[in-house]
């Protein structure tokens, strides 16, 4: 096991009802003057909107609304966020949403102290050195953001995907209501369930040796995943499921499966491009995407894919060539996914082959290489769209 450092500060309100105490755990962690921040409208029909209004007001808290973040969150609702926050003295933002709400206010957060453009932190032009405070009422067990130090967003100009990262945004506290997550589409439930899934696998595939813990932790989470989706496709008001489905989204996110250990990350970064050129859902391009880069980088380490294809999926070893075992459990993911509704190909998905080189361009790897389990070249990263275009389904 490698050294590590573990800092997650978040404080977790999980269970029903807990979006009641939002101005409570407002003010218990500084907050005067507050953001709402929220997304296309699902927290105003749900009723939440108004339940997080009513709890700040008698906390005796001002705050200011900015809705309208889209998936795939914009710069340029950030940029308005910024000058908003300016405007008003803002200094405590609440995101009432999904990853895309969170990670909006992370980067608003992040800007309003800053001088420069608060791109220059996507870009890696610069590390930001303070941010506002930040807290959650999250919706969607997916994306992890409620526990994470990490913020993606895309620049409408030129439709790049980057992240930033950093511990001055991991959220205050986050609130996780499960019975939130009942009124998701099925599809929009499915996304997330692979997104919490793909976290895992990027950390899971790993040249680090003796990580017994790290490497069980994961699989429970990968097993939950494997035995509550179902459950909550077939039965959305299914609250047991729900609420471990959402514990298992920030488990497998605030990196406490991950430590002591190299990640390797690369199936993201070749999903961002993805999400950015054609507007998908994150989940839904990890549902094309990550199974095609098992395909292409199994070889690299047969027994590590034998051993999740037999702990996870449940595959027999074969003792004689453990290769048919590892591909066993490549095929026995991409029937999980196909049978929670997820798109297996570039087609379904929306992804034209033609746009591979682009899509490999603005990756942007020029002649190095990226990835933490497997180095990557550009050539390697068409060769997974490839996979992904006509991948053999089985
Ligand atoms: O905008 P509204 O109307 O709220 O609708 C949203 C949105 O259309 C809807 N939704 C959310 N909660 C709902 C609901 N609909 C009904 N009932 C509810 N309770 O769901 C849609 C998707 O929401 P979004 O916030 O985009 O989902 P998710 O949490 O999957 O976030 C995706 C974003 O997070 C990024 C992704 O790249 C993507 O941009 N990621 C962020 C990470 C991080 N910050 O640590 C890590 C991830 O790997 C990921 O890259
Ligand atoms: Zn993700």
Redesign the pocket.
Known sequence: MNNFQFYSPTEFVFGKESEKLAGHYVKKHGGTNVLLH??????IR?GLLGRVKESLTAEGIAFTELGG?????RDTLVYEGIKLCREKGIDFILAV???????SS?AIAMGVPYDGDFWDFYSGANRPKAALSVATVL??A????EG?G???I?KEDGGL?R?AGSDLIRPRFSIMNPE??C???PY?TA??AT?IM??VFERYFTNTTEVEITDRLCEAVLLTMVKETPRVIADPANYDARANIMWAGTVA?TNIVGVGREQDWNS?GIE?EL?ALYDC???AGLAVIMPAWMEHVYPHNVLRFAQAAVRIWGCQMDIENPENTAKEGIVRFRQFLRSIGMPLTFAELGAKPEDIPALVEKFGIGDGRTGGFVKLSAEDITKIYEIAVDPQLI
């Open positions: 929220y997304g296309g409208g699902s927290a749900s973040v889209q998936p795939n969150p949403g999904g990853g895309s709400v969170i990670d992370k919706t969607i997916a994306a992890g953001s994470s990490d913020s993606v895309t995907k992240g939130l997550t009124t998701l589409p929009q996304c997330g997104d793909a976290h996110h993201h961002h999400s859902a994150h989940g």
